[in-house]
Nanobody, 127 residues
């Protein structure tokens, strides 16, 4: 089993920044590929960004590319999402996800890729 706990959400004005964290625990957590998804009120859960174990390769949704940055600290078994220039449409619950299968095999944008999910952290962007 892999347990994921998100933190760092909160209320921020448009144009501001937040840094989300996802702490992983369990067996062989340093070898998992990880991602962030978000789900706004009445919306589907959408892909935000992903980071692989191999060479720490990254993927970003078009709407956040250039403003969000994903990274990981393998020594701390933690993945981060730095969110800059936040817009009101970014308001959502942000979820961390992990998979033991490399993204070279399954697409990181598909939520069905991930068997492990955190409980989510709320991000609210005011205009």
């Amino acid at each position: 089993q892999v347990q994921l706990v998100e933190s760092g959400g909160g209320l921020v004005q448009a144009g501001g920044s937040l840094r989300l964290s996802c702490a992983a625990s369990g067996h062989t957590v340093s070898s998992v590929d990880m991602a962030w998804f978000r789900q706004g009120p009445g919306k589907e859960r959408d892909f935000v960004s992903a980071i692989a174990w191999r060479r720490q390769g990254t993927n970003y949704a078009d709407l956040v590319k250039g403003r969000f940055t994903i990274s990981r600290d393998n020594a701390k078994d933690t993945v981060f999402l730095q969110m800059d220039n936040l817009k009101p449409e970014a308001t959502a619950v942000y979820y961390c996800a992990a998979s033991r299968v490399p993204f070279t095999v399954y697409p990181p944008q598909n939520p069905r890729t991930y068997p492990y999910w955190g409980q989510g952290t709320q991000v609210t962007v005011s205009s």
